[in-house]
């Protein structure tokens, strides 16, 4: 495999061409962003450490059906995908209120949700990624009926999958967001990361925040909260 051009930089993955015209190459930077990029920060190995959680998790979703675009780990920060066009929705899948759900709702955080709520923004920097239902994103073609209804099944699987892999690394699954992209042949898959930057993480016996909350509140630790993270879920699936 070759790297090939840039194609695209996000505010913390780089994508790459390859040299094979169905796969890409993923590079995690250490770049940590908030806001839509409007608090910007970093902290060494942050990629490397993302890379390995993200693997990790892909892995199993893919032991346990779930489809995504994860081919292999070509060095501690980058990993080889399946190209995929990107769907612009951000799928979000609530367990526990929190963040702007909390807020919109006028919730306390950490009231239990009784039943997990699966939420779809429309994924535009520009407008802020806005609220977006159905309708809405069958109007303006971001997905049809039959594609939005694939990716809410995927995305509750993954929700179940994932809670369990955070439960047995004593860690609640609050809330995260996952992404989703269509293959050449139209087929949906999971693209994007599964890590501490899009997930909330609470510490099952202390609540405490592991995940990118720490930096948006400027709560410190952010670093040593990624990293505990890793250790955690590598100590019950191995590393990966
Ligand atoms: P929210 O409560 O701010 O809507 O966030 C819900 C979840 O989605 C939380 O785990 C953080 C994650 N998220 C992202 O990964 N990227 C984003 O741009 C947003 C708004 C949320």
Redesign the pocket.
């Known amino acids: 495999m070759k790297k090939l051009e840039l194609l695209y930089s996000g505010k913390a993955k780089s994508v790459y061409k390859t040299d094979n015209i169905d796969q890409y190459l993923l590079e995690f930077r250490d770049d940590l962003t908030a806001g ?1 990029g409007a608090k910007k920060g970093s902290f060494q190995q942050k990629g490397v450490i993302n890379n390995k959680i993200s693997n990790l998790i892909f892995k199993e979703l893919e032991r346990s059906g779930v489809k995504t675009h994860f081919i292999q780990k070509i060095s501690d920060t980058e990993v080889l995908v399946r190209k995929a066009k990107l769907i612009d929705l ?1 799928v ?1 899948i ?1 367990n526990v209120a ?6 919109r709702y006028g919730l306390e955080e950490g009231s239990i949700l009784p039943l997990p709520i699966l ?1 779809f ?1 429309y994924k535009n920097d520009n407008l802020d ?1 806005p609220f977006i239902n159905d309708d809405g994103i069958i109007a303006l073609n971001i997905a049809t009926k039959e594609e939005l209804e694939i990716i809410r099944t995927a995305a509750h699987k993954t929700n179940e999958i994932l809670k369990k892999m955070f439960d047995l690394a004593g860690l609640n699954l ?4 996952i992404e989703f992209g269509k293959t050449d042949s139209g087929e949906i898959i999971l693209i994007d990361e599964i890590s501490p ?4 993480l609470w510490e099952k016996d202390t609540n405490e925040k592991m ?2 909350d720490r930096f948006r509140r400027d709560l410190g630790g952010v670093a040593l909260a990624y990293l505990a993270v890793l250790d955690r879920l590598s100590a019950q699936f191995g590393k990966e």
């Open positions: 839509n951000e979000v609530r929190a963040g702007s759900f909390a807020k939420e923004f990624d609050i809330d995260f967001k930057d899009c997930c909330r995940d990118k």
